[in-house]
């Protein structure tokens, strides 16, 4: 057995699928070491040009819907994930014909049904993050999505905001995407404490009547006699309400 080990990005899987063909490999296992015990290491080196060439082989046998589809089955971060889309890009390569609605394939439906929850967690990021106002007057928000879905997300953040130099950080992975009014870089943020218990110093001083602003806005658009909890839970799992100001004050109680 071949054990594949890459940098863990997109265009690290796509360089890697390159050297399995390139080299022949039959029998290959992603590894998240650098070492196995139970084959050969074979270790990528992630090539712009290489992963190019794979995701251009790609298109000329599915449509660009269902090639981005494996991106967002990638962001899922989902164990065996790896696996999962060799076996689609192999099915792919072997047929040479549009397998995209194959669902009789399990390679086909694993990585339809997966990009499926990540696209629904992506719309549900966008609707979710609430930002603060800092003193530097940058408008920052903390996410814990279940999936990588940051990079999904900027289109839709830099067209609504762009105006605004903001920030959104995802605590589970470590990193963030950060807008300076001209590009969306990634960002690394040390935090000595959870964001959970931030001083208000690093507030603006008109942070606090916003979100008061807005809790009672909520409020008042909240009908009493009209509550359905398990819709509301439905559609805001309790997952996302850590950061979300209108919940700070338990306004919608369990």
């Known amino acids: 057995m071949q054990i594949i080990n890459y940098d863990k990005t997109f265009q690290g899987f796509l360089s890697a699928v390159f050297d399995i063909y390139e080299y022949r490999f039959k029998n290959v296992k992603f590894s998240i070491s650098d070492t196995s015990l139970f084959g050969e290491t074979h270790s990528v080196v992630t090539s712009e040009e290489n992963a190019s060439r794979v995701w251009k082989g790609l298109l000329k046998y599915i449509s660009s819907i269902s090639a981005n589809q494996l991106y967002k089955c990638f962001l899922s971060e989902h164990k065996e994930v790896e696996q999962l889309l060799y076996r689609y890009i192999k099915y792919v390569f072997d047929s040479k014909a549009p397998i995209d609605h194959d669902y009789s394939n399990e390679a086909v439906l694993g990585v339809w049904q997966t990009a499926k929850k990540v696209y629904r967690e992506k719309h549900r990021m966008e609707a979710f993050v609430r930002f603060k106002l800092t003193k530097e007057k940058l408008y920052y928000a903390i996410v814990e999505p279940d999936f990588n879905v940051l990079p999904l997300i900027i289109n839709h953040f830099q067209k609504r905001y762009a105006d605004q130099r ?89």
């Open 166 to 254: 903001w920030m959104i950080y995802d605590m589970k992975r470590k990193y963030g995407i950060h807008y300076d009014l001209k590009e969306v870089t990634r960002v690394i943020v040390n935090f000595v404490d959870k964001p959970s218990s931030e001083s208000t110093i690093i507030h603006d001083e008109k942070e606090e009547l916003y979100q008061d602003l807005w809790k009672n806005y909520f409020n008042s658009v909240n009908i009493p006699s009209r509550k359905n909890m398990k819709l509301h839970i439905q559609h805001m799992p309790y997952r996302y309400w850590k950061y979300l100001i209108e919940k700070e004050s338990n306004i919608l109680k369990r």
